[in-house]
């Protein structure tokens, strides 16, 4: 009789440890940042906080000169949606990401003149960039914090966005999953 006095005890005990143990992770995993602790929609793979400007902000004013010479001015680029990739050389990622914003940009229903793509170096050559994508898209080579950098957001690389007819962020990530949808 005492045994089973003991046991009933013990196990009550445990189920208490362990609630308490239950709702303490609980309250870890919500205060965590990103997919883990976020209420919102599952965050997309590769997917980094605010590398530029979120969704809904405007592109700051800017203006710039592309590889060929031609003045883009922002936030308005096109009249249409405007795909924007912005790399850096030594970025392991934007290796990666560049093959693709390439295929994106060719398939990109307004053509070259709807896709800008920034380059931004600090002194390192990164002509090879800018000779895959000057065929489909205006690319600007600046250094960080420039013109298109400053009125995009830019905070790391690779950034991707589509933009509205009035420079409106739409979409923006670091993969293309994150913004072919709004092309």
Do not use: W
Not at 77 to 88: C, E, I, M, Q, S
Request: aromatic share 4%; hydrophobic share 45%.
């Amino acid at each position: 009789m005492y045994f089973v006095a003991a046991l009933v005890v013990l196990v009550g005990v445990v189920c208490t440890l362990d609630l308490l143990f239950t709702v303490r992770l609980t309250r870890l995993v919500r205060a965590l940042p990103g997919p883990a602790g976020h209420s919102g929609p599952p965050a997309l793979p590769g997917r980094l906080p605010d590398l530029m400007l979120p969704v809904g902000e405007v592109v700051g004013p800017f203006e710039a000169v592309t590889a060929d010479g031609e003045v883009r001015r922002g936030p308005t680029l096109t009249p249409g949606r405007t795909l924007v990739g912005v790399f850096t050389k030594n970025c392991p990622p934007c290796a990666e990401r560049v093959p693709q914003f390439l295929e994106a940009a060719k398939n990109h229903p307004h053509g070259r003149d709807a896709v800008l793509a920034v380059l931004v170096t600090d002194g390192e050559d990164v002509s090879d960039y800018r000779d895959t994508l000057q065929p489909v898209a205006h690319v600007i080579v600046e250094r960080k914090g420039e013109a298109a950098t400053r009125a995009l957001g830019v905070r790391g690389y690779p950034a991707l966005a589509v933009l509205d007819e009035r420079g409106g962020v739409l979409a923006a990530g670091t993969i293309m999953a994150h913004v072919e949808p709004a092309l």
